[in-house]
């Protein structure tokens, strides 16, 4: 209230509390480790199904695919997590009760601290994948198809013609979303976290972005909370650079 010129400054003290305390170190391991499986499951997922897509000849089933699989990207969080939350129920929930039919005991997936990470995945997977194979399958639209029918005549299987037409025609794509994918690893998605989060699994699903929420907005610590959001920005422009160096070196193909 005082203003920048009349308030105390302050120096690095919210980075000293943010890299001593107690608090930050698990959140930011529980936001790498989810990162980490979103990337490692979530990048190769929509270049799959671009290639299973890119191959299907049937016009009107082709189309339906697309179109179930580009839908749940324009649904919000708030409303799949309801769905989630219903699907994955214990007691209501369609996957517990095939369960039960097959002598399991049910799990409360989204309360369990050995399951809350892999249905964050698998549900982060489910909603974009749909919508990140439009960029794939724009740069296949772009292949010459003479290359195909070449290599039909020289007898090369489906799977050839995919190993080593459609990849390697599409790599220089691949090379630079992986380069975006990469800043995402220090990044979360607060909408997902926030609205399938609890207190039962707040040690294995508590984030960066739900940690700068309840410190700035719950708390009302701002000062700490802009600390925490400058440190995972200037981490995630460093992972994009470094990434695109690396790129730069060992290929052809880079942002910058």
Request: aromatic share 14%; with cysteine; charged share 10%.
């Amino acid at each position: 209230m005082k203003g920048i010129a009349g308030s105390p400054w302050v120096g690095l003290e919210h980075f000293t509390m943010l890299f001593t305390g107690l608090d930050f170190l698990p959140v930011l391991k529980n936001t790498l480790i989810i990162s980490f499986y979103k990337l490692f499951f979530g990048f190769p997922a929509p270049i799959i199904l671009c290639l299973i897509i890119n191959e299907v000849r049937h016009t009107f089933f082709k189309k339906a695919v697309q179109t179930v699989t580009y839908l749940p990207h324009f649904i919000s969080w708030v409303v799949l997590a309801g769905f989630l939350i219903e699907l994955l129920s214990p007691s209501r929930g369609p996957i517990n009760i095939l369960l039960q039919l097959l002598g399991i005991d049910p799990i409360f997936f989204i309360a369990d601290v050995n399951w809350f990470r892999g249905v964050i995945v698998a549900s982060s997977i489910w909603r974009e994948v749909g919508w990140q194979s439009i960029i794939y399958l724009a740069a296949v639209a772009g292949i010459n198809t003479e290359l195909y029918d070449v290599a039909n005549m020289d007898g090369a299987g489906r799977l050839q013609r995919i190993w080593y037409i459609t990849i390697p025609s599409i790599t220089p794509v691949i090379i630079i979303m992986f380069i975006f994918a990469t800043g995402s690893i220090i990044q979360d998605d607060f909408d997902q976290i926030y609205n399938l989060l609890n207190a039962k699994v707040l040690s294995v699903g508590d984030v960066i972005s739900t940690y700068t929420y309840r410190e700035g907005l719950v708390n009302m610590n701002f000062g700490y909370a802009t600390a925490v959001g400058l440190f995972k920005n200037v981490v995630a422009f460093t992972l994009v650079m470094n990434a695109n160096f690396i790129a730069r070196k060992f290929s052809n193909y880079a942002i910058l």
